[in-house]
């Protein structure tokens, strides 16, 4: 009886380790962009606030296309790094994580965005590359959400490869998800800065000095549940995740184009 006791409560332990590191990590995280955002800004470059025109046509093509061959090498490195092997994509999950991604990024930007000016009385954040939606969303993210959703795939791959379960729990899962958006969300800033001279999305909150901002943590962490349970649901052998990875990225274009 002891023994089982001792075993139940040690597992428990545990159980919490997972959740115990990313209360940790949080802190962590905020000083290392606290201090890489003015490292950036107070010896690297002299950022346009916000720009009069924003950038759009051939210029935000060509970000587009940088964009996504600097980045999406690394996001793939970095999930092997977390695996510590090889990772060999699963298409059909791929598309599908891909396309659920972009529709239920867009959708969050959309209506966080609306919301938070709604409540605050400002903008939250606004897009200055191929700005969309008054500036909540961006034309780039019919790229740009989709390498999120290839991250998370590989993220979560490398996880599973190296026995973490916690990333099945949609909770944990969505608290993650915010943590590493305001990570990725700052590169794409230094990016932008570094080659247009402009931030990428300009947050009105000053405290990250505008590459991101710690009231944005909890709808982050919101809508990373959101698509944690939306993956969850549609992540199964049965379905046919190919082609609803293709029909939830359709959806994400009419969000940001259309609608």
């Not at 490292?39 to 046509?57: A, K, M, R």
């Not at 390498?147 to 993650?176: D, P, Q, T, W």
């Amino acid at each position: 009886m002891q023994s089982a006791l001792f075993s139940d409560t040690l597992n428990r332990k545990k159980s919490r380790n997972p959740w115990l590191s990313l209360l940790i990590a949080l802190p962590i995280v905020y000083g290392l962009i606290f201090v890489i955002s003015r490292l950036v800004i107070g010896f690297w470059v002299e950022p346009h606030e916000i720009t009069t025109v924003p950038f759009e046509g051939e210029s935000a093509a060509i970000f587009t296309v940088g964009f996504f061959v600097f980045f999406t090498p690394l996001l793939y490195l970095f999930g092997c790094l977390v695996a510590r092997q090889w990772i060999k994509p699963e298409w059909r999950r791929l598309a599908l994580y891909m396309g659920a991604t972009f529709m239920g990024g867009a959708l969050g930007e959309i209506l966080i965005g609306s919301l938070g000016e709604a409540v605050l009385g400002r903008l939250v954040w606004q897009y200055q590359v191929w700005p969309e939606h008054g500036g909540y969303t961006t034309g780039v993210g019919a790229v740009m959400w989709p390498m999120y959703g290839f991250y998370l795939y590989c993220f979560h791959e490398g996880l599973r490869k190296r026995g973490s379960v916690v990333i099945e729990n949609v909770f944990f899962s969505g608290a993650l998800i915010a943590v590493d958006a305001m990570v990725l969300e700052t590169l794409a800033n230094i990016f932008s800065l570094a080659t247009l001279g402009t931030y990428y999305f300009y947050y009105f909150a000053g405290d990250l000095l505008h590459f991101t901002s710690a009231e944005i943590f909890l709808p982050y962490v919101a809508f990373g549940i959101f698509g944690s349970v939306l993956l969850k649901l549609l992540d199964k052998p049965a379905y046919p995740r190919a082609w609803l990875g293709l029909a939830l990225y359709l959806v994400g274009i009419l969000e940001v184009f259309i609608f």
